[in-house]
């Protein structure tokens, strides 16, 4: 756990720092930043992660490695995307509000065994936000997939209805035999 409400703690840090004057901080995971999960608990961790390190400009980039609420569609039953992930983060809005940036990793899809993930810009204060982009993983790297589906992602099948099996699904299901 991250005690950064801890004195000693942010001394050492800084002591760290000052040793090693890092660029980036990555923090993870989100929820083992804050002692609550309030909004006043993630802007306090936020204070108290500023007061380890140097003031700026010398201030290192900070990632915080954060989760997503479980999914969920929108209120449409699309998947959520751009700004309404700021929403799904895991914790209090607090963090996606006080971020210069946010980016997602999301699946492609509910099922556990599809390898495809989306990177999507929540929020981004510098700049004009990337598109949003398919990947799937592979033995432990990214590879781009340029002809991803986007309009069944966008427009997913409705899960809720009933579904007749056919000829064919049985034929699947039982090998040909």
Do not use: C
Request: hydrophobic content about 40%.
């Amino acid at each position: 756990v991250m005690r950064f409400s801890e004195p000693a703690f942010r001394s050492e840090l800084r002591r760290i720092w000052q040793g090693f004057p890092f660029d980036l901080l990555v923090l993870h995971n989100l929820n083992d930043l804050s002692r609550a999960d309030g909004r006043e608990d993630y802007l306090e961790a936020l204070a108290n992660i500023y007061a380890a390190l140097p003031p700026h400009p010398d201030t290192p980039a900070i990632l915080i490695l954060a989760h997503l609420r479980k999914a969920r569609p929108g209120a449409d039953g699309k998947p959520m995307m751009g700004r309404r992930l700021l929403d799904e983060l895991s914790g209090s809005y607090a963090m996606g509000a006080k971020a210069r940036t946010v980016f997602a990793l999301l699946p492609a899809s509910n099922r556990m065994d599809d390898p495809r993930v989306i990177f999507e810009t929540a929020k981004s204060n510098n700049g004009v936000p990337l598109p949003p982009s398919a990947w799937v993983r592979a033995n432990g790297q990214f590879q781009g997939l340029p002809d991803f589906d986007w309009d069944e992602y966008h427009n997913p099948p409705d899960e809720s209805q009933r579904r007749i099996v056919s000829e064919a699904d049985l034929s699947d299901v039982f090998d040909g035999g």
